[in-house]
């Protein structure tokens, strides 16, 4: 079955960076986009962007150009995203999630969630 | 960007009530239109897909409507699992666009 298992909480310091990941199973990972979906506490959710694996494309939403870089390694089956140059606004709970089929955009299968903290 | 707009915000019903939530696109998406539930401290799970199809293993009373820039999901008999925050995603442009959430809670 579909499996997306994502990396423990992290507790980082304004200004570090920190490396969130994904790992798959269950299913071709080249196959699939993944994206990742951004969730501050007690807001509601925001798509980040998504990286092609095969080709390690990616395509942000605006507002994550820039400190925010997703990757992937087809090796590990396994899909990254890094955070640089924390702020306390990116306290949040961050998805990956993966399509219902190649064709298309609804997000069936999600990761656990990554708690990422940034504090002094 | 296309802004997704649902209403209402939150919602109090009773075990049995039909619920109905709108998702408002700032511009046509067509039928690439997708309905979630979360609940607290859970990663969404995805209820509709393109605009009206029932994803395996979701109840039939959830059901979707809509193409264009209006869209419905209605909740046919309220269940007390059915308590939690529903989300409309739009998929036809990037970003792909999440309205900001109708929490429907006990009354």
């Known amino acids: 079955q579909v499996q997306l298992v994502q990396s423990g909480a992290e507790v980082k310091q304004p200004g570090a960076s920190v490396r969130i990941s994904c790992k798959t199973s269950g299913y071709t990972f080249t196959s699939y986009d993944m994206h990742w979906v951004r969730q501050v506490p007690g807001q509601g959710l925001e798509w980040m962007g998504r990286v092609t694996p095969s080709s390690g494309a990616t395509d942000y939403a605006q507002k994550f150009q820039g400190r925010f870089t997703m990757t992937t390694d087809t090796s590990m089956k396994t899909a990254y995203m890094e955070v640089t140059s924390l702020t306390s606004d990116d306290t949040a709970l961050y998805y990956c999630a993966r399509a219902r089929s190649p064709d298309s955009g609804s997000h069936l299968f999600w990761g656990q969630g990554t708690l990422v903290t940034v504090s002094s | 960007d296309i802004q997704m707009t649902q209403s209402p915000s939150s919602l109090s019903a009773s075990i049995g009530d039909i619920v109905t939530i709108t998702c408002r696109a700032s511009?046509?998406?067509?039928?690439?239109l997708h309905w979630y539930q979360q609940k607290p401290g859970r990663a969404p799970t995805l209820l509709i897909y393109a605009a009206s199809n029932l994803q395996n293993g979701v109840p039939s009373r959830f059901r979707g409507s809509g193409s264009g820039t209006s869209f419905t999901l209605t909740i046919s008999g309220l269940q007390p699992e059915d308590f939690a925050t529903y989300y409309c995603?739009?998929?036809?442009?990037?970003?792909?666009?999440f309205g900001q959430g109708t929490i429907v809670d006990i009354k």
């Open positions: 511009q046509s998406v067509y039928t690439y």
């Open positions: 995603q739009q998929t036809h442009r990037t970003p792909r666009t």
